[in-house]
């Protein structure tokens, strides 16, 4: 009787570490899985741009000297680590937006929210 509850155990734990989600793990970060559910069967174009902002939603360069550019902020991260928008704390907007990064020449190209879905 023991060694069948262990078995159960075990068998309802290694299904729960499988399962398996259909969104990007980097989603997660901000979302949980329910919202992510909830986001791509209610608002699937909504969930389109956040997903697809995971991977043309930024560019990080160095500032080019002659440009004038207004900066939203200062961000004390590491530029040259892979960044999504969710790894650097910075929502998407309608607009572009600029963010220098902390101690160094580079800075962060936010695409707007609107365009997102344009960029190949």
């Known amino acids: 009787m023991i ?3 262990i078995l159960c155990l075990f068998l309802s734990v290694s299904l729960i570490g499988f399962s398996q989600t259909n969104h990007d793990e980097r989603l997660l970060d ?3 899985e329910v919202e992510l559910n909830e986001l791509q069967k209610n ?3 909504e969930y389109e741009i956040i997903n697809h902002a995971l991977k043309v939603g930024i560019s990080i360069g160095d ?6 550019l207004k900066f939203d902020g200062t961000l004390d991260k590491d530029p040259n680590l892979p960044h999504t928008y969710i790894s650097l704390g910075l929502k998407l907007e309608n607009r572009y937006q600029y ?3 902390k101690g160094t020449n580079k ?3 936010v695409r707007p929210k609107d365009k997102i879905t344009l960029i190949k």
Not at 63 to 68: A, R, S, T
């Open 3 to 5: 060694n069948k509850i």
């Open 30 to 32: 901000r979302y949980t």
């Open 43 to 45: 608002n699937p174009e």
């Open 63 to 68: 500032i080019q000297e002659g440009k004038d």
């Open 99 to 101: 963010y220098k990064f």
């Open 107 to 109: 800075m962060v190209i």
